[in-house]
């Protein structure tokens, strides 16, 4: 009975340690912190109406700046049309006059023949002279058409873009694991002096686009054909998915739960493949969704452009709900090229966002805001002769930016500040595109024409 005792008292001291312990951590951490976020919260609640009261005045102001813009746009073409009925009453009246003029003469002819046929005058008779050759000539009648105005169709989709943007609200919780990802690196890796070729794999595609790591144990990579493949990372082939719209996918990765994303250009889709099905993630309306990128967040970048291919943007998904849209610098103007040409896309370990405008030749970084930091248009050398037009890009641990220069058959390496560091050349790189890295900073390279998929160690 006492040897009971004794382990009782020693649970029981221990567990009133631990319950001064946890008041402790309590009082002086634990409640502090929620009332500064219940403190918070109320505080954004109590803005709440008042900040959007803003929004909705600026708007109110937008629509009353283009109401006049608008007034003197009619007002303008209103004066347009009277300058020209003006003109046109003049010509009408000018050939008029000249008609009158024709009349007023065949009447005192008229009167003349009148006169010499009352008359038995022989002199008036002999010289008679005919008018009759002259009055034959008649002018042509004169029909001058209205002017017409054309009113142009409205496009809706336009005129809202044209107006402005509205960025959704964004939310900042964050998931531990995701805060985990996005502890800094501390450790400092320098380049190599000459990567190394380290594995080829033999994909089977003709032209490999799109190239993502999931694991250490598996890649995944796509071509021009309506399928994605699955290989371990010394080439052996796993799986293959069939896309569903059976078009090939613009783009792949891979989400935080290592599920497969892929963007149909055909559907205006992005879909998810998990557990075998494929499921519907984002469908667009009026734009097509091309290249895919998962944020340090859990977030998904799309890049995509307008139907009519004259407008391109970037759009942030939360889940299936648009949060961020990224198309305009400060002043207004499109950060990216108009058109349907790739436009890869990766997010840095500072949280920019860059994107290779290949119809731009340019690589654009803006910041986490969608605020236009830098571009790079290429760096000059006497061995590269091709003009600048980036495909694939990614970043690696070092926040280093890497892009594929598909027609001068090499991927250049800059800072995160947009400095060139150097080319990777050698490896037998014949042209580059689709480009991505594992946990360790390997590059995985996709050759386009040969369809092989080169990893590539360039860090010591």
């Given at each position: 009975?006492?040897?009971?005792?004794?382990?009782?008292?020693?649970?029981?001291?221990?567990?009133?340690?631990?319950?001064?312990?946890?008041?402790?951590?309590?009082?002086?951490?634990?409640?502090?912190?929620?009332?500064?976020?219940?403190?918070?919260?109320?505080?954004?609640?109590?803005n709440l109406d008042r900040g959007y009261e803003k929004i909705t005045t600026a708007m109110s102001k937008q629509g009353e700046q283009w109401h006049r813009e608008i007034d003197i746009v009619v007002n303008k073409m209103k004066t347009e049309i009277t300058e020209i009925k003006v003109k046109h009453r003049d010509l009408l009246q000018k050939h008029l006059d000249e008609i009158k003029e024709i009349q007023a003469l065949i009447k005192q002819t008229l009167l003349a023949i009148e006169e010499i046929t009352k008359s038995t005058e022989v002199f008036p008779t002999i010289e008679y002279s005919s008018k009759i050759r002259e009055f034959s000539k008649v002018p042509p009648k004169i029909e001058v058409s209205l002017p017409t105005f054309i009113p142009k169709p409205t496009d809706h989709e336009k005129l809202h873009s044209l107006f402005g943007q509205i960025t959704p609200f964004i939310s900042t919780a964050t998931k531990n694991k995701v805060l985990s990802l996005n502890k800094p690196n501390t450790s400092s890796r320098e380049l190599l002096d000459e990567p190394e070729l380290l594995v080829t794999i033999h994909t089977g595609y003709e032209h490999l686009c799109n190239i993502t790591y999931q694991n250490e144990d598996r890649i995944w990579a796509s071509g021009k054909i309506n399928n994605i493949k699955c290989f371990n990372c010394k080439g052996s082939l796993l799986q293959t998915i069939h896309t569903k719209s059976g078009n090939f996918p613009s783009d792949i990765t891979v989400d935080y739960d290592e599920y497969l994303l892929y963007s149909n250009w055909s559907t205006r889709t992005v879909y998810k493949v998990k557990n075998g099905k494929t499921e519907e993630l984002i469908r667009l309306q009026g734009w097509m969704p091309c290249k895919l990128c998962v944020t340090s967040t859990g977030d998904l970048l799309v890049t995509m452009f307008s139907n009519d291919e004259t407008q391109s943007k970037v759009v942030c998904y939360l889940g299936s709900t648009a949060k961020q849209t990224i198309q305009f610098d400060y002043e207004g103007k499109p950060l990216y090229s108009g058109n349907k040409f790739i436009k890869y896309i990766s997010e840095n370990r500072n949280h920019d966002i860059s994107v290779a405008d290949c119809g731009a030749g340019a690589v654009v970084v803006v910041n986490q805001d969608g605020k236009l930091?830098?571009?790079?248009?290429?760096?000059?050398?006497?061995?590269?002769?091709?003009?600048?037009?980036p495909c694939g890009i990614t970043t690696d641990s070092q926040s280093r930016i890497l892009t594929s220069d598909s027609d001068n058959h090499c991927i250049h390496i800059l800072d995160q500040n947009g400095q060139f560091l150097r080319y990777i050349d050698n490896c037998e790189l014949e042209d580059p595109y689709g480009l991505c890295v594992d946990n360790n900073d390997n590059l995985f390279v996709c050759e386009y024409i040969k369809g092989n998929v080169k990893k590539i160690k360039y860090l010591k």
């Open positions: 009975m006492g040897h009971i005792f004794v382990d009782v008292s020693t649970v029981y001291k221990a567990k009133k340690d631990n319950i001064e312990k946890d008041t402790e951590e309590i009082v002086k951490n634990i409640s502090p912190t929620y009332e500064e976020i219940a403190s918070d919260l109320e505080n954004q609640l109590a930091k830098w571009r790079y248009t290429g760096h000059p050398s006497v061995t590269k002769n091709e003009p600048f037009k």
